[in-house]
DNA sequence: CAATTGGATGAAGAAAGCTTCAGTTTCGGA
DNA sequence: TCCGAAACTGAAGCTTTCTTCATCCAATTG
């Protein structure tokens, strides 16, 4: 069994009658429970049995480990592109101000809804995949940010795609620190008054420069 | 063998003759080319291998896997921790613009010096003893950047650790984001021009909001 | 109410990696 | 040169975990 995870798979089986939906689904909550409680030393067997499975039935919809946790990962890169996605396309034509905020706010939201399972991922997903599925979701933020910037009422961005990606990993890497560092709700709060802060300050310097 | 990594012990053995520090030396190299080929399927064999000993040997100077990581984890946020502090320092009373830069030079530098071997580290480092190793480093480079903004020729922070808190994450999560996408050099400097715009309207934010 | 198909089981097989340790080699001082 | 200590070797043991498959249960259909 090698230890590098196998290449992608689609699920082995397509559900077909209601019943195995829902094991799908509870062999995905299962599995970030069990992301959460134990980090990457989870197992096919424990993520079954969480789910009230066998391991058996597991590898009847994944053909392998690997194959899980993309499925995983994949959820959850969706639901938090879902979020910003919605949040920049409802601040069209606003202020640059109005913007920062909202983007903020649904990106730290979307991020800190799972956050632990999804640093849990990033560690497991060494593979080519998980690089992969990280980027397509970076790539479908930054042009939605980008998008969004573009249609501002009060400034205008030559190179928003070049906004939105410094704007992006600033995001990213705030929230990573507060969630690294294990400290209270407190320190979500401060950050996210810092992000704001250093959004604003940077849209006006790019504003400013022409950037 | 539990698949957690054990807790982290001192060397099991130290070096007393001439060549075994040059071992230890070589198996610490070793981990980390070994890092960089093969992401974090690394074995211990495989290490050993490469650093032209056998497991034995490796044996006798890490008790286990977790150890071995966690020394190499070590020694390179050490190096990026030696770096930045170097470079506050050596800013102490200049004007802001020229502390960001070279704060910003300092670690984009530093990071980038074995960036695909730190990504690879913090992915396996996920036991908490790498957490507190990251934490570490944290905290000394924020002690080092508010220090220096403390001493700055034309602006004062009330609160320099907040700010310094602040820039370095931001500085890390563009790092990383370049990183992982794995574009070429020119994504590198962009990401630095950009940073330094984001750092110097941060910090000029800060000052005429009192923070 | 059969028959057929989909779904679930879980013990056993197989593979991989970590770690040990009994034996060998090398070093450095007397 | 000789001896004790340090360093090194690497095949084998042990554990862990992934994955399979023969078998059983449930549901839908005609």
């Not at 909550?29 to 969480?50: N, W, Y």
């Amino acid at each position: 069994m090698p230890r590098t995870l196998a290449t992608p798979l689609q699920p082995r089986k397509t559900p077909q009658q209601a019943r195995s939906g829902a094991t799908v689904d509870a062999i995905l909550e299962a599995a970030i429970q069990v992301l959460l409680a134990e980090g990457s030393t989870l197992t096919t067997t424990r993520v079954a049995a969480r789910a009230g499975v066998s391991v058996g039935t597991l590898y009847q919809y994944f053909p392998n480990k690997g194959s899980l946790l993309q499925t995983v990962l994949q959820h959850h890169m969706d639901g938090v592109a879902d979020a910003v996605q919605t949040a920049c396309e409802s601040m069209h034509g606003q202020p640059v101000r109005r913007m920062s905020e909202a983007l903020i706010a649904a990106f730290v939201q979307a991020k800190f809804r799972h956050l632990d399972a999804s640093v849990a991922l990033y560690r497991i997903s060494d593979d080519v995949q998980g690089k992969q599925i990280a980027l397509r979701m970076h790539t479908r933020v930054i042009a939605a940010i980008a998008a969004m910037l573009s249609t501002a009422s009060d400034a205008s961005f030559p190179t928003p795609e070049l906004v939105a990606e410094t704007l992006l990993h600033a995001m990213a890497g705030l929230s990573r620190g507060v969630l690294e560092s294990s400290q209270g709700l407190a320190a979500k709060t401060r950050m996210q008054t810092e992000l704001t802060r250093l959004a604003d300050a940077y849209l006006g310097s790019c504003t400013a420069a022409g950037i």
